[in-house]
């Protein structure tokens, strides 16, 4: 069967005012390889850069113990680095002297300012699974310049939504504040629980969206599964989110970020020139990025034409 549309396509009655917002927009992420490992790459994507100023966003595993991650010494300038663990456990060690291991329910927090540089890898006598997601946070003009800093957090503020529980990574959600870093209006929590309905208070002048992590959730009727960002918008009051199981879900959301950023390899900056700088800045060793203890081999960094 083919056309013309029928009322199941567009009801008579649909009105001809403003078309009704999608409630949900879902862009599959990209498959990626960092270290090694596979990842489904949530954030950056063509049709959105960022959530807030959350800007990147890799979900790697749930992976067996033989694909463990070693990603050797490598810059950042201009973001937080927020590291997020469902399984498994990840030694951070970076240019401040820092050397954290963390661990499921855990956050990691690293700010690079001007220049910081790390390691990731599994620690040698740990074998099990390996699940998580990695992300980063721009830094608005006012930190940027600043000097790096990492911040570990044991514990995080949790709080009942239904059917499932949050963990508050960094802002607010229902009164609970995260202790963690945020250089602007940010949110991030993860939504954990089991079949049924969690209501999630939202910041109503945030951007929000939703990644799953693990099973499958239904919000405003559509389906989000692993693989994807559902883009959820501005203006929202609250976030109703329905599973027929076991599920898993992490919420980004915050102030739309208005600073027209440029990211290059683990740069995220303003213009090109301030890219291809620190790519050369790192490759010459340049003391703004420190020395990490690893024995992971550095990362060079490639080609970036300013
Ligand atoms: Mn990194």
């Known amino acids: 069967m083919s056309g013309p549309v029928t009322t199941e396509d567009v009801p008579l009655d649909a009105g001809c005012g403003e078309p009704e917002a999608p409630e949900v927009e879902l862009l599959p992420s990209r498959d990626a390889t960092v270290g090694g490992m596979a990842v489904r790459r949530a954030l ?17 595993g749930p992976v067996g113990p033989s694909a463990a991650m070693r990603v050797g010494p490598h810059p950042h300038i201009g973001l937080h680095t927020v590291t997020w663990l469902v399984d498994g456990q990840v030694v951070h060690h970076d240019s401040l002297g820092s050397e954290q291991v963390i661990r499921p329910g855990q956050l990691n927090l690293m ?20 699940h998580g997601v990695q992300l980063w946070v721009a830094q608005p003009e006012a930190t940027r310049h600043g000097p790096p800093a990492f911040e570990h957090h044991a514990e995080l503020p949790r709080i009942s939504l239904g059917a499932a529980a949050a963990t508050v990574l960094v802002g607010e959600v229902g009164g609970e504040r995260s202790p963690a870093r945020a250089d602007s209006p940010l949110v991030g929590a993860e939504l954990a629980g089991r079949r049924g309905r969690s209501v999630v208070p939202l910041e109503a002048g945030f951007e929000h969206a939703v990644i799953v992590l693990e099973g499958e ?40 970020f208005t600073e027209d950023i440029v990211m290059g390899w ?11 700088r620190a790519a050369t800045d790192w490759n010459a060793g340049h003391e703004r990025f420190g020395t ?15």
Do not use: K
């Open 44 to 60: 950056p994507r063509r049709q959105r850069r960022t959530v807030g100023a959350w800007c990147f966003a890799d979900h790697f």
């Open 111 to 130: 700010t690079a300012g001007h220049g910081v540089s790390h390691a990731e890898e599994s620690p040698g006598d740990h074998a099990g699974d390996l």
């Open 217 to 256: 959730v239904t919000v405003g009727g559509t389906s989000i599964a692993p693989g994807a960002l559902a883009y959820l918008g501005e203006g929202r009051e609250s976030l109703t989110i329905d599973a027929a199981g076991a599920m898993r879900a992490l919420l980004l959301g915050g102030e739309p």
């Open 266 to 276: 683990n740069f995220v900056a303003r213009s090109r020139d301030e890219i291809a």
């Open 292 to 306: 990490v203890a690893s024995g992971l081999a550095r990362i060079p960094a490639p080609d970036l034409p300013g």
